[in-house]
């Protein structure tokens, strides 16, 4: 320790405020060693307003200086658990809770059950590793904060600053730092205090004290931050407006995602045409391949005739199969397997009315037909034609089907009608000998 | 061998003698030499002709990157050759290999830390920025791979008139969260820690725009004990944080394969298995970086031969058990008796992908069982022969994994190919150059070495016991100063 040293310096303070005011002293050690044991009598000598500062933390220091352990892990656990809960009811919530059961919440934060494949809506194992995330990410976001806040920083006008000596704390020298707000301060004394204990140098840390002017924002600055603020305000105002009112133009459209696109759609509307639609009409007497449909007896099973009772235009059905269809076993069987797969559903595979659909249709009632047994003496008498546009165009509550199954294999189906009518009720001798010793073998 | 421990003029501290500590630093080091040395990379008037020649290179890469992410949103993701089935291919691979890149930095800041390994002091700040850039090499890649990028917003739990809401059973999602966690944690982690050092730069700061940049960075850091109490304080915290998030971010990336049901992405062993290969890959990238950072800024006696040595050990290590696994892999898929494992597997090492299989396996195995020499070890040339192949292979190791299970499946009525588009591969190339422009502007500005934890290791600052990064309350308050080196 040199006899120069101790006696305080002069810092070098900027000097335009009203005067200067005196924060404190700092004494500089020589090493970790010397400040611990200088940070031990400070200790023991009843300050309670004064710290040591370090280029890196000394093992030992705290316990000298008397630094009680931080809460802030305590602190940490609770945001932890806090991110826990979070992820839990943010999953829970979106995932799994229907919006019917909390009608209250407005829709732009209402959950939505997803349903996945099936899977359950709340499934805790899926959520594990999201709820671990949210703890460490809040855990961690207050150990950084907090550490940060509890420390006071930022804090960028510490008169400590104005120190040059001080530059040298981040490198490679170790300071006491005793505040004059401290109630054993004293300025000869401390000074004397902190020589005594192995200090190479003291010296006094001031900072200016600003005047009432230098403490007022400056005219321009307030003025400009009020006309600011005011137009920031302006898009939150078109934002408001725009939310409560209605409009008739269409939204405003950003990335187009291919949503529209330049072309005329089916129903729009077409400037250039006369009747002003886009959608053409087929030309007069036009027909598309395919879509001539001359012969009667194959595409409609009737050709229209006039009602002998009434005098009236009515259709006349066919009695025979159209030529266009051969009518053997494997077209019976075709027509069976059509049958099958399109009438049984409400006629029963054996044609008798108590198909599937119509005996559930039935049990929940609701005003459900039943459907016709199709081997009644009424249908029985109906020609292969009727029965053929029965398929096509449906018959009162029965729906058409005639979009959904061709013509050949509607003739199928009528076929094999006619086949179960003469299945039902028929006696045994009517059949061919082959088929008659198969049956009794059953 | 003189008294600082110099063999040649170099520093070595390599020796294994259980009766001497090899010192970290040199023993003659004094504090303000660390500060001198770290300080002396940013505070250079002007960084050393390499650097110029690699920024000039990695800028033009970014420009390359974004020129194709523009082309990309432009056209759409036509431009990459991804269809059915192989439906990831670079975007996905890439994203994998820069988030496994990332892991040893957390890796050298967290687990060695709590590990108590003091060579971490040298290399973590460096591993840690590591982790960041290469983790927003990672984040970019899902990004601009949705397709309606400008929907990427979709990804987060965002209140909408839709009631519309993320998936969070799929493993996807679990992959946004945890990525973005680790991004944010490891980035606060890097910036706490840095505080200190960046005070120390502001406190030596010449010009104005240095004073002022550097003086809001530090926050106002005064190295006040209290301070520095709360601030080990808050660093342990987010190092044990730091641990199981590390292993938790490749556990979920490795869940985007392993809850598939697509032969070879459906085994349990994934998540170790991919921690261990992100560990070794990570490292093998530390290495590629610290070798020519040392060389160029003089940093040689800070990031010593042990740093190098014992990153060679642990690359020796983690690629044993990534081998492990690749041999595991091939003896469950035998051992299950599910042909279509089977045949998976004998496609990846006989297919038409069997090239790539070949370089993961040269590389990733065979390649690291030179660390077993210490001639090997110590050598620069040898080693950063291996941490490149290392680089090279576990881009192929995730190439071979999602690739090959996506190309051929079950039905061989599915099967196809892949062969990246110029634009996929100039898009891989392009993130190298980010990497790289992020990680020499750091080098450039930012204390590129924990300066503070430095000094902490240092013999000076243990006249009666003072390390207070590693605090250990069993250790010997009395440590024998090492003054003679090897006899």
């Known amino acids: ?442 | 061998m003189d008294i600082s421990g110099r063999v040649n003029g170099e520093f070595d501290n390599t020796w294994d003698d259980p009766q001497k500590r090899s010192p970290l630093v040199p023993e003659h080091y004094k504090f303000g030499d660390v500060t001198e040395q770290v300080c002396g990379v940013t505070e250079a008037w002007r960084p050393p002709k390499a650097w110029y020649v690699a920024f000039a290179i990695s800028v033009s890469l970014l420009g390359l990157l974004g020129a194709m992410i523009v082309y990309l949103f432009f056209t759409g993701v036509g431009v990459w050759n991804l269809n059915n089935p192989v439906g990831w291919g670079f975007d996905i691979t890439n994203f994998v290999v820069w988030v496994g890149i990332g892991h040893a930095g957390t890796l050298i800041s967290a687990i060695l830390f709590l590990f108590r390994q003091k060579w971490r002091t040298a290399i973590n700040r460096f591993a840690e920025a590591m982790t960041i850039f290469a983790v927003i090499c990672a984040l970019l890649f899902p990004g601009i791979h949705v397709g309606r990028v400008w929907l990427a917003y979709w990804m987060g739990p965002l209140p909408n008139q839709m009631a519309m809401w993320p998936n969070f059973r799929s493993p996807l999602l679990w992959d946004v969260f945890a990525v973005g966690t680790y991004f944010t944690v490891s980035a606060l982690f890097w910036y706490c820690g840095m505080i200190p050092d960046i005070a120390t730069l502001r406190d030596r700061a010449k010009g104005p725009i240095r004073r002022f940049a550097y003086g809001v960075l530090s926050l106002g850091w005064t190295g006040a004990a209290r301070h520095w109490h709360r601030f080990e304080r808050a660093y342990l915290v987010l190092a044990a944080l730091s641990t199981p998030l590390v292993l938790s971010v490749h556990s979920v990336v490795s869940f985007d394969f392993a809850t598939s049901v697509l032969p070879g992405w459906h085994t349990t062993i994934f998540p170790p298995y991919f921690v261990a290969g992100a560990i070794f890959g990570g490292f093998a990238m530390v290495l590629t970086l610290a070798i020519p950072a040392r060389q160029l800024w003089g940093l040689k006696e800070i990031i010593t031969a042990r740093h190098l040595e014992n990153m060679c050990k642990i690359i020796l290590a983690t690629g044993s058990m990534v081998g492990y696994a690749y041999g595991m892999e091939f003896f469950i898929a035998w051992y299950s008796g599910n042909p279509y494992e089977s045949f998976t597997f004998l496609a990846r090492a006989k297919g038409p992908f069997a090239w790539a299989y070949w370089t993961m396996i040269s590389c990733n195995v065979l390649a690291p069982q030179l660390f077993w020499f210490r001639a090997c070890r110590r050598s620069i040339p040898i080693m950063f022969f291996v941490a490149m192949c290392v680089n090279v292979g576990m881009w192929f190791e995730r190439f071979v994994i999602i690739v090959t299970s996506l190309s051929s499946d079950y039905l061989p009525a599915n099967w196809g190919g892949y062969r990246p588009s110029w634009v996929e591969i100039c898009t891989l190339l392009g993130s190298i150059g980010l990497f790289m422009t992020l990680f020499l502007l750091f080098i450039r500005f930012l204390p590129v070495i924990a300066m503070a934890e430095i000094k902490t290791v240092m013999p000076a600052a243990h006249g009666t016991g003072a390390h207070a990064f590693d605090y250990n309350p069993d250790e010997p308050k009395e440590h024998p100063q090492v003054s003679e080196g090897r006899q």
């Open chain 1, 1 to 442: 320790m040199s006899a120069a040293a101790t006696s305080p310096k002069e810092p070098s303070v900027p000097r335009s405020g009203a005067g200067v005011r005196l924060c404190g002293l700092l004494a500089e050690f020589r090493d970790p060693d010397a400040l611990r044991e200088a940070a031990r009598r400070v200790r023991a000598a009843g300050f309670s307003r004064w710290d040591c500062h370090s280029p890196f933390p000394i093992h030992g220091i705290d316990d000298a200086i008397g630094i009680r352990l931080t809460k802030l892990p305590i602190v940490v656990f609770f945001f932890g658990l806090m991110g826990c809960l979070t992820a839990l009811l943010l999953q829970w919530w979106t995932n799994a809770a229907k919006p019917a059961d909390y009608p209250m919440v407005p829709t732009f934060l209402q959950g939505y059950g997803f349903l996945i494949s099936g899977k359950p809506f709340w499934s805790f194992q899926a959520n594990i590793p999201v709820i671990f995330e949210l703890t460490v990410l809040f855990s961690a976001l207050c150990a950084g904060i907090g550490m940060l806040v509890a420390n006071n920083l930022p804090w960028f006008s510490n008169p400590l600053f104005n120190s040059e000596r001080f530059r040298r704390v981040t490198n490679d020298a170790f300071f006491i730092r005793v505040d004059s707000t401290d109630s054993k301060f004293h300025l000869q004394q401390t000074q004397g205090f902190l020589a005594s204990l192995g200090a190479i140098a003291v010296e006094r840390i001031e900072d200016t004290i600003p005047t009432p002017a230098e403490t007022r924002l400056p005219g321009g600055l307030v003025k400009t931050g009020i006309v600011l603020a005011c137009l920031g305000l302006i898009p939150l105002a078109f934002i408001a407006v725009a939310r409560s009112n209605k409009s008739s133009s269409p939204r405003i459209h950003l990335i187009q995602d291919m949503d529209n696109q330049e072309k005329f759609k089916a129903q729009a509307a077409h400037p250039l045409f006369k009747d002003k639609r886009a959608m053409r009409e087929p030309i007069a007497g036009a027909i598309a391949r395919g879509d001539l449909r001359e012969d009667d007896r194959f595409y409609r099973g009737y050709k229209m005739g006039v009602d002998p009772k009434t005098n009236q235009p009515a259709p006349v059905y066919f009695e025979t199969f159209p030529a266009q269809v051969p009518v053997n076993e494997a077209f019976v069987q075709r027509g069976q397997q059509r049958f099958n797969i399109y009438c049984s559903p409400c006629h029963g595979v054996d044609g008798s009315g108590r198909g599937m659909v119509n005996q559930r249709a039935l049990e929940l009632g609701g005003g459900w037909v039943q459907a016709a047994d199709l081997r009644d003496a009424d249908r029985r008498s109906r020609p292969v034609g009727q029965l053929f546009n029965t398929i096509t165009s449906g018959v009162r509550t029965m729906p058409p089907y005639g979009d959904q199954i061709g013509e050949t294999d509607r003739w199928a189906i009528v076929a094999y009608v006619r086949a179960l009518q003469k299945a039902e009720g028929a006696a045994i001798e009517e059949l061919p000998e082959k088929e008659r010793s198969a049956l009794r073998k059953r």
